[in-house]
């Protein structure tokens, strides 16, 4: 892994947390709900037009250009809401500086088009960001202004365009895993804590803790039957861990499952058609760059091997799962390979435009891929359109 100029944390480097946060973390208790929020912003829509080109058929180097308002370079979010259109927020625009922004954008496929939409209570890098079900979106936690970790949260209305505070976490949590549960609560993970929110009462609570000694940096995905699984993350002192945990919303309790053949930390866990978890990533020690969970056997294998140590999936709709780029702090990388999970089989496709690593992928109700991103020259607000059809 290389050494940058970054707001990105160590995946192995423990944060310093003050000793009221500790002493809330220890007593495992949640934020009282907050009152009916105030509106955060609502500005009116700025349709700004967008210069990337849609891949000319059958090239095999997808095209991309400059988009021409400020998009970010790293620690962003990139969800795709109901309507079809994805909600980019937050992360830096100033490949040296990295410091955060509160700026949020719209990219409409239909129009190729790009919008502002309001802007975020603070700015926020290294956040998450979960599409709930009534089709707004919880963002949560990252890293503020002065590169501190966040414990505010707030919503998006893709209706209004307006952002409106919510319940805070009960401390800061930077670099984050998050996922939607089965019962429309989030689930969200950093280092050795986790708390959900309940999206009736607009508020956290702490769960029981697990096993594993973990960083941040870690994958987290919600299983078929319901359960959430966590795996990887930085090591307090090392590269990664290889253990994962189980979490059982019934419960409210994390119960280990099978370790990976070896650790990992910043890469993507991919929910399969057929229930496992294909977890892609810079590997420590080795070249298992990929590796399949089986949740009912509760087991890790090897899943073949990648070509490049690449971090960024998404599933299409095929059930094959595209790898693009590298992961956060690593060496950028444009390469991209698909994965086969009925032969298990790896397959290079064209590579992208710009090297990348720490970029989003975001599938288009078209069928493409947008890509945005990266920590790499070349790639602040750089964007990408990847058709995986004419790829390879």
Excluded at 6 to 21: D, E
Excluded at 41 to 55: E, K, N
Aim: proline content about 8%; charged content about 15%; aromatic content about 4%.
């Amino acid at each position: 892994m290389r050494t940058t100029k970054s707001a990105l944390p160590g995946a192995w480097r423990r944060r310093s947390l003050a000793a009221g946060v500790l002493a809330i973390v220890a007593a495992c208790a949640g934020p009282a709900p907050s009152p009916s929020p105030a509106p955060i912003s609502s500005p009116a829509a700025t349709v700004v037009p967008t210069s990337i080109a849609t891949p000319v058929r059958p090239t095999a180097t997808p095209a991309a250009t400059n988009a021409p308002i400020a998009l970010p370079v790293l620690g962003h979010t990139a969800t795709l809401l109901l309507n079809g259109t994805v909600l980019v927020a937050g992360g830096a625009i100033d490949p040296e500086s990295r410091a955060p922004v509160s700026a949020a954008e719209i990219y409409d496929p239909a129009t190729n088009a790009w919008s502002t939409t309001g802007t975020m209570g603070e700015p926020r890098s290294g956040h998450v960001a979960v599409l709930l079900e009534d089709g707004g979106v919880l963002v949560a936690g990252g890293n503020g202004s002065t590169f501190e970790g966040l414990a505010t949260a707030e919503l998006y209305d893709p209706t209004t365009r307006t952002w409106t505070a919510t319940g805070a976490l009960s401390t800061p949590l930077d670099w984050l895993a998050a996922t939607r549960l089965g019962t429309g609560d989030v689930l969200a993970v950093s280092q050795n804590h986790a708390e959900v929110y309940d999206h009736v009462k607009g508020s956290w609570s702490v769960t029981a803790p697990w096993a594993s000694d973990r960083g941040n940096l870690s994958t987290l995905t919600t299983l078929a039957n319901g359960k959430a699984l966590v795996a990887g993350g930085g090591q307090r002192e090392g590269c990664a861990i290889a253990g994962a945990d189980v979490f059982d919303p019934s419960t409210r309790k994390w119960h280990a499952t099978g370790q990976m053949s070896d650790g990992h930390a910043g890469g993507s866990a991919t929910l399969l058609d057929d229930g496992r978890v294909l977890l892609v990533g810079f590997a420590c020690d080795s070249n298992v760059f990929a590796e399949l969970y089986d949740p009912g056997a509760r087991t890790w294998r090897r899943a073949g091997r990648l070509a490049q140590p690449l971090g960024t999936a998404v599933e299409l709709p095929t059930g094959d799962v595209l790898v693009l780029g590298a992961t956060p702090d690593a060496d950028p990388l444009p390469n991209v390979e698909r994965f086969d999970p009925g032969t298990g089989a790896w397959t290079e496709l064209a590579s992208l435009h710009v090297a990348r690593a720490g970029h989003t992928a975001t599938l288009l109700p078209n069928g493409l891929v947008l890509v945005v991103g990266g920590d790499a020259p070349g790639s602040a607000a750089s964007v990408e359109l990847y058709d995986p059809s004419v790829a390879g």
